[in-house]
Structures are given as structure tokens and as C-alpha cells.
């Protein structure tokens, strides 16, 4: 197993190229599912997430041609994915593969959609709390799907087809958001989504879903409307930057010092993160190209900070400004508001030297003098990269095992920061 080894105490200087975002890049494939004709991706990350949605999907009968891999190609570029749904041959997506992927579970929405018929198998548990699928299963049941719950797999029927309704989430929920806008597409007349996730993922999709000739207005606000058409054809869509990627660069800026120029990417899909990078006494310059983040030498001040669905502080950078936190001149207060027990990498970044008590839902951290390395064990995707931001401002070598968690979400990791002089390596085996 892959290992990644960082000796602290270097400052970073340089360009970091920002990838699509994964959580974009997810939802574009699965809805390749609604339509005959091919759906063409562009700047899509080589992440193992991306792989193992490619075998999901195959096992549906779904065709992936990658492009984008010809000789002196840039890694950097991202990847162009040729995707055909012309042939489902099966409507079934088993436990082996959904319970390694949530979003998998997603497939539902188009299969329904397009064949009248899926069988999904509950993504079960995660190492980041219950996470269920309720809200999901409502949304489908409102647009007449009937459902049953057999043998741990959601068995979802339309064979008369979806009916436009209207969609009440009690709760954000960004996969909700994404397979009721997926089912309504092909649904016969109009859908209303109220409380709708308002992240950039969600506007990403619906443009794409527009171009392959869907009717979404509303996408990026609360209240969405979907005009169901009778069918949907190709597109050709660039995935938009990673925001999370982009948020989890810039606070390893922060904490190990540095200039760094931020490529290809948007501030305004991160304000909220920008915004307390900036209150920690980061400088925070955002261009047409990019953002730039630098800090030179003055303290790291605390902060009090709250997840929330966007466009507030994302859940998926709250361990990341944890670590950044363990530096701070003073105490730090970070509430989780989205998901239990998100507090695995607290433990491992005690190891490190951090100060941090955790109430319920609020954790405490008390900044210190010195970080000092330590072995570490990556346990999800976001707690595992906030260890290797832990480390770059640590005295010494950490080792951060078990770090396919890092493989999903973050494309070349250990290339990126070792081109801005990070002292950073991959152990193989
Ligand atoms: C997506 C993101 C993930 C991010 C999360 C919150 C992708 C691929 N993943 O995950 O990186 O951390 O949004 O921004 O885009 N909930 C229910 N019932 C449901 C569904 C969700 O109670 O049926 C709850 C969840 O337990 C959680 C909250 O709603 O407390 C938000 O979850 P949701 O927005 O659905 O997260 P995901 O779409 O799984």
C-alpha cells in the first residue's frame, strides 16, 4: 500500500493547476445515462473515484473512451471522456461496487428515467456517519416511482413513465438535488424543486443536462424548475474547477508559507473559505486566471467558523481548516453542521502535536507553538489531506499511510506541492 512521506518546514512557491471538480465530474457521468447519444466530457480528473464510476457504469452496458492521452498531452489538461449509454444492458448496480462509491448510488435517477426500471443497492455505511438515502428515495416516489426496499437494494419502478411534481426537501442535500433534477428532465411535464442544493456542482450539471436538451431553470438558487422533454441527445461540457481542490491548496499555503498562484480556477466558487483564509491573515488575491494566496511570515490568527450548505464554509474543507488551526496564535472554534462523527482526523492530527477537544458537533482547537512528525493513518478522503497539510508545517517526517483515501479526490497530489518545493514523496508497496 501507497504511503506518502513529507518533511516539513518548506515554504511553497509556485504554480498549482486546479483539476475539474470530482463532485462535478460524477453526476456529468452518471448522467450520461440518460441519453442514446454519446456525451462528451473535457477537463475531467484522473482520480480513482473517476476509474471506479467507469467500472460502475460499464457493468450498465455504458461505453467510456478515454481521450486526451496522446503522446506530449499535459497531464494538466485534465482528461476528455467519450461517454455512450446506447445500449443499458442492465439495470442492477450491485453492493461490491455501490458500497465503495455513494454517489454511485445516484444511477437510480436516470435508469428510472430513461428504462422505467433500477435496482440499486443501498451504499450502506461510511466512515463518515449514517449518511442515508431517504430524501433521495422521496424525491423519486413524488415523481411516481414506486419503491421497494428488497434485500438491501432500492427496487424503484415507472413503467408508465415520471410525472412532473413538486419536490419539498426538508434538508440541503446535494445528491437529492442532483437525481431529482436527473429524473425530471425526462419526466412527463413540469417539476418543482424547493430548498434545492444551491452548490456550483449542481448549476455545472443542469448547464450540462441544458445543452444535451433538457429544460432546468433555477440551478444555483433554491427553487428550481425542470420542463420535462420526451428525450435527451449528446453534449460536449468542461467539467468546472475542483472548489475544494483549489480551498485545500490554498490553506496549505497558509500554513506552510509561502506565494503560490492558484491556476484555473474561481474564487467566487469558494468565497465563503476565501473569506476566513483571509480573516486567519492569509493575502488572498483573486484574478481572472486564478487566485493567488501568499503569506509571509506574520502569525496565523484564529477563527470561529460553521459547515453549512453552500454558499457557506463547505464541509468537505473543514478538516483542512482544522489543521490549518492547530498553527493559529490563539483558539479556534470549527462546527460541523453536516455530517456526524466528521471528526476522524482529530486523533491523527493529536499525533502531530495539535490541541483539540471535541463537544458533540464543536471542536476546540488550541493553537501550538510546533507541530512534530509522526506516522499518521489517512482515514476519508478530506481528513487524509488535512494530515498532509498538518505535515508541511511539522518538524520532521510524518508518513501518511493508507493514502488511496487521497488517490479519490486528489489528482497528482504529491506532484503539485513537490513543484512549489514541498519536500514530498510517494513510498510504493
Ligand atoms: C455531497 C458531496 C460531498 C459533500 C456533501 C455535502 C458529491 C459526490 N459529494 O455528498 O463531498 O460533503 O455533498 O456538501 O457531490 N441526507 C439525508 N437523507 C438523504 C440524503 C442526505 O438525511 O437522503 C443528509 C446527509 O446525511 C447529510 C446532509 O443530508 O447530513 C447532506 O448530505 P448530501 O448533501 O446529500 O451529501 P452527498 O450528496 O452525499
Not at 412532473?164 to 437525481?179: Q, R, Y
Not at 476522524?344 to 490541541?355: I, K, P, T, W, Y
Request: aromatic residues 4%.
Amino acid at each position: 500500500m501507497d504511503r506518502i512521506r513529507i518533511v516539513g518546514g518548506r515554504r511553497l512557491e509556485g504554480t498549482i493547476p486546479i483539476s475539474g471538480a470530482k463532485n462535478a465530474t460524477l453526476p456529468l457521468m452518471i448522467a450520461s445515462l440518460l441519453t442514446k447519444d454519446t456525451l462528451i466530457l473535457d477537463n475531467v480528473p484522473r482520480l480513482a473515484d473517476v476509474s471506479l464510476l467507469q467500472r460502475i457504469l460499464g457493468n450498465h452496458g455504458v461505453d467510456i473512451m478515454v481521450g486526451g492521452k496522446r503522446p506530449g498531452g499535459k497531464l494538466d489538461d485534465g482528461q476528455t471522456l467519450h461517454i455512450s449509454a446506447a445500449n443499458i444492458v442492465d439495470t442492477t448496480a450491485p453492493y461490491e461496487l455501490v458500497s465503495k462509491m455513494r454517489a454511485s448510488f445516484w444511477v437510480l435517477a436516470p435508469l428510472l428515467a430513461r428504462i422505467g426500471e433500477a435496482r440499486v443497492s443501498m451504499p450502506g455505511g461510511c466512515a463518515i456517519g449514517t449518511r442515508p438515502v431517504d430524501l433521495l428515495i422521496m424525491a423519486m416516489q413524488r415523481l411516481g416511482a414506486q419503491i421497494e426496499i428488497d434485500g438491501g437494494y432500492v427496487v424503484a419502478r415507472a413503467p408508465r413513465g415520471l410525472k412532473g411534481a413538486e419536490i419539498v426537501f426538508p434538508k440541503v442535500t446535494v445528491g437529492g438535488t442532483h437525481t431529482a433534477i436527473m429524473a425530471a428532465t425526462l419526466a412527463d411535464g413540469s417539476t418543482l424543486i424547493e430548498n434545492a442544493a444551491r452548490e456550483p456542482e449542481i448549476a455545472d450539471v443542469a448547464l450540462c443536462l441544458n445543452k444535451m436538451g433538457a429544460r432546468i431553470s433555477g440551478a444555483g438558487t433554491r427553487r428550481i424548475v425542470v420542463d420535462g422533454v420526451g428525450k435527451l441527445s449528446g453534449a460536449r461540457h468542461a467539467v468546472l474547477p475542483d472548489r475544494i481542490e483549489t480551498g485545500t491548496y490554498a490553506m496549505a499555503v497558509a500554513m506552510a508559507g509561502g506565494d503560490v498562484f492558484l491556476q484555473n480556477t474561481r474564487a467566487d466558487l469558494l468565497q465563503a473559505a476565501l473569506d476566513v483564509l483571509t480573516r486567519t491573515g492569509a493575502a488572498v488575491t483573486p484574478t481572472n486566471q486564478g487566485i493567488r494566496i501568499a503569506r509571509n511570515g506574520a502569525d496565523l490568527r484564529p477563527v470561529d467558523v460553521t459547515t453549512a450548505p453552500f454558499p457557506e464554509f463547505p464541509t468537505d474543507l473543514q478538516a483542512q481548516l482544522m489543521a490549518l488551526m492547530t498553527r493559529a496564535r490563539g483558539t479556534s472554534q470549527i462546527v460541523e453542521t453536516i455530517f456526524e462523527n466528521r471528526f476522524m482526523h482529530v486523533q491523527e492530527l493529536a499525533r502531530l502535536g495539535a490541541r483539540i477537544q471535541l463537544h458533540g458537533e464543536r471542536a476546540t482547537i488550541e493553537g501550538v507553538e510546533r507541530l512534530t512528525g509522526a506516522p499518521v493513518m489517512a482515514t476519508d478522503l478530506r481528513a487524509s489531506v488535512s494530515l498532509v497539510i498538518a505535515a508541511l508545517a511539522a518538524e520532521g517526517e510524518t508518513l501518511v499511510n493508507r493514502v488511496y483515501h487521497l488517490d479519490r479526490g486528489f489528482e497528482r497530489l504529491e506532484e503539485k506541492l513537490g513543484r512549489c518545493g514541498a519536500a514530498i514523496e510517494r513510498l510504493s508497496g
